[in-house]
């Protein structure tokens, strides 16, 4: 199962198998053709019975992202361990964008493939990407109304995943998969 010589490349197959969640951008802005390109495929996204139930906001600028990085820390506690890398990094990942999806429900199906579809255009524009669900705490925390009422989503809407995004300044490692975990029934 899985061997190498029945995998059918093509560009869309390679661009699936060299993404890699980046975690360290170099300190410059995306162009407004390549946010609004990512976004765009993230709009592309099939949603349940074509609901389209993402309400989607790009945050951008250090000043911005490192004011909503520290109202996550200051949510979660300094000694809170979130995820990858929160010991040097924002929970930002260093990224020049942030894209946060959320909905009226909990549409985390929704959001996940369009998380996908975002990464991979990223990806296949020379970009790095890395989703990342654990800024959802902030949505949690007394800071939630502050940042909604700056993202301009409504109250009641609930944080669902976010996708960060820019110039790859590292070559994350391939993390290898478990192909034993896949299988084909029958023929
Ligand atoms: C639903 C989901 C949530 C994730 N949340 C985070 C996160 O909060 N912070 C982070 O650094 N990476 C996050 N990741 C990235 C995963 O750690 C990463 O995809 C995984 O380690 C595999 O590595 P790869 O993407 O380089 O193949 C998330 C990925 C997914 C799919």
Known sequence: MFENENIIRNSTV???????SVRAYKDEPL???????????????????????LTVRA????DRLDALNA??????????????????NPVYQTAPA??????????FTDAGIAAENMA????????????????????????ASKWKKTLEVPEEMRFLLAVAVGVPDEDPPVKPRDAGKYRIIGE
């Open 14 to 20: 390679d661009c699936i198998l060299s993404r890699r």
């Open 31 to 53: 162009t407004a053709a390549q946010l609004e390109t990512v976004l765009y495929a993230g709009l592309w996204a099939p949603s349940g019975r074509n609901s389209q139930p």
């Open 59 to 62: 945050l951008t600028g250090k």
């Open 71 to 88: 109202d996550f820390w200051r949510t979660v506690g300094p000694d809170a361990k979130p995820y990858s890398r929160c010991d040097v």
């Open 98 to 107: 942030l894209i946060l999806m959320f909905s009226e429900s909990g549409a």
């Open 120 to 143: 991979l255009a990223a990806k296949s524009l020379g970009l790095g990407s890395v989703i990342i669900a654990s800024v959802g705490a902030l949505f949690d925390g007394e800071y």
